[in-house]
């Protein structure tokens, strides 16, 4: 069963929680006390397509319509 967490708790404690979710555990995010969203590791068979990589922005930003072309 996954683990219950406060949206808060998660914010304050980012770090930890990336942690054991590289390490393969799951959580489901409560705000409010209701299910809002549901954190999972990302398995080795799913691919990602990669559009755009921002760490070779341009410092100072890039015009818009050369970011749109590699969209």
Excluded: C, H
Excluded at 9 to 18: K, S
Excluded at 56 to 66: H, S, T
Aim: hydrophobic letters at 45%.
């Amino acid at each position: 069963m996954e683990n219950l967490i406060s949206l808060k708790d998660l914010r304050l404690n980012m770090e930890q929680y990336a942690a054991k979710v590289k390490a393969g555990a799951s959580f489901i995010v409560l705000k409010q006390s209701k299910p809002f969203f549901k954190i999972v590791p990302i398995t080795s068979d799913e691919r990602w397509e990669e559009v755009i990589d921002f760490t070779k922005l341009k410092k100072g930003g890039v015009n818009i319509d050369e970011l749109l072309a590699r969209l």
